[in-house]
């Protein structure tokens, strides 16, 4: 990863490390490319007006949600591209989005590492 890639996404996990704006986007990537009039957002979030403008400018400058005037409504919609390049991030951290496999854990038919046989008393007297 690029430092500069990094740069990038900032803005983007700071706009989502925020539970109200997690719900926004959920709810108007739901709705697909079409969007929701901000009242319908409003409604679905359980949010007022004044505290939903800020979240949606915060979504939209970040480039997660763009914004397209219908008549006198504001429509907002999920920006697909961004979401995308924010996974892409995401993918590279763990490897190019092949999960690593998790370690076996050692069972007790294992034979002991060599000295272990002994009894130890932890801390807590057991």
């Known amino acids: 990863m690029s430092d500069g890639s990094a740069q990038k996404q ?3 996990f700071a706009a989502l490390a925020q539970a109200t704006r997690l ?3 959920a709810c108007v990537a739901e709705a697909g490319p079409k969007g929701l009039p901000a009242g319908v957002i ?5 949010c007022p007006a004044s505290t939903l403008s800020f979240h949606l400018k915060e979504l939209s400058r970040t480039g ?3 914004s397209r005037a219908r ?4 429509i907002y919609a999920l920006r697909r591209e961004t979401v995308e390049e924010l996974a892409g991030y995401l993918a590279g951290l763990v490897g190019e989005g092949s999960a690593k496999k998790p370690r ?10 060599r000295g272990a046989d002994r009894q130890q008393m932890s801390m807590f007297g057991d």
Do not use: C, D, N, Y
């Open 23 to 25: 719900h926004i986007l």
């Open 71 to 74: 008549g006198r409504f504001m």
């Open 10 to 12: 900032v803005p983007r």
């Open 42 to 46: 409003a409604r679905a979030v359980r």
């Open 64 to 66: 997660l949600l763009e």
């Open 104 to 113: 076996k854990a050692a069972t007790r038919s294992q034979k002991p590492a």
